[in-house]
């Protein structure tokens, strides 16, 4: 009955399954202009995944310079600020305190996208390149270089109790250039 419950995914979100993919508007940008991430989800197999309906509670950008990072791992190289991401839970569990929850259905043909809107500009006191998605994510870049990794991270609403809580797109790289 323990490893029934364990291994029962029934009733959890899970983003491990879906294939999750970000497209940039362009792959070159300068300073001050805007960007526009898509994040794609989509499945092999028609499924139900479930979003906050404020989707910055289900989805947060990564940015990092050169190669992908996961967010523990950006000390001393960004700065960074995520909206949303303490989260109360319950043994693991998120407790979703009313919040309105969206179920999308998708498939092979037709996947989720969700548009995210940002600018790239300098700190004018430091000079440092930022990333600025708003409720997606602010980043300070604090080393030199203008190749950088883009990745979302996926927040389950309802995770199963052995669900690393680690679920991010395949990275994309962009360049960025005075």
Same mark, same amino acid.
């Given at each position: 009955?323990?490893?029934?419950?364990?291994?029962?995914?029934?009733?959890?979100?899970?983003?491990?399954?879906?294939?999750?993919?970000? @497209?940039?508007?362009?792959?070159?940008?300068?300073?001050?202009?805007?960007?526009?991430?898509?994040?794609?989800?989509?499945?092999?197999? &028609?499924?139900?995944?479930? *979003?906050?309906?404020?989707?910055?509670?289900?989805? !947060?950008?990564?940015?990092?310079?050169?190669?992908?990072?996961? %967010?523990?791992?950006?000390?001393?190289?960004?700065?960074?600020?995520? &909206?949303?991401?303490?989260?109360?839970?319950?043994?693991?569990? !998120? @407790? +979703?305190?009313?919040?309105?929850?969206?179920?999308?259905?998708?498939?092979?043909?037709?996947?989720?996208? *969700?548009?995210?809107?940002?600018?790239?500009?300098?700190?004018?006191?430091?000079? #440092?390149?930022?990333?600025?998605?708003?409720? %997606?994510?602010?980043?300070?870049?604090? #080393?030199?270089? !203008?190749?950088?990794?883009?990745?979302? %991270?996926?927040?389950?609403?309802? +995770?199963? +109790?052995?669900? &690393? *809580?680690?679920? %991010?797109?395949? &990275?994309?790289?962009?360049?960025?250039?005075?």
């Amino acid at each position: 009955m323990i490893a029934r419950a364990i291994f029962d995914t029934s009733g959890c979100d899970r983003f491990d399954i879906v294939e999750a993919g970000l @497209i940039s508007d362009k792959e070159s940008y300068r300073i001050g202009e805007a960007i526009e991430i898509r994040l794609r989800l989509r499945s092999n197999e &028609p499924r139900y995944i479930r *979003l906050f309906e404020e989707k910055w509670r289900s989805v !947060s950008l990564s940015v990092s310079p050169k190669e992908f990072r996961r %967010y523990h791992e950006l000390k001393g190289l960004v700065e960074y600020s995520i &909206p949303g991401s303490e989260r109360k839970t319950d043994n693991g569990r !998120s @407790i +979703p305190d009313k919040e309105r929850i969206e179920k999308i259905r998708i498939d092979e043909n037709n996947p989720y996208e *969700l548009k995210i809107a940002g600018v790239i500009h300098k700190d004018i006191d430091t000079g #440092q390149i930022v990333f600025d998605f708003r409720e %997606y994510g602010r980043f300070v870049i604090l #080393q030199r270089g !203008s190749l950088f990794s883009i990745a979302a %991270y996926l927040r389950p609403i309802d +995770p199963h +109790p052995l669900d &690393p *809580l680690e679920d %991010y797109s395949d &990275p994309i790289m962009i360049t960025v250039t005075e």
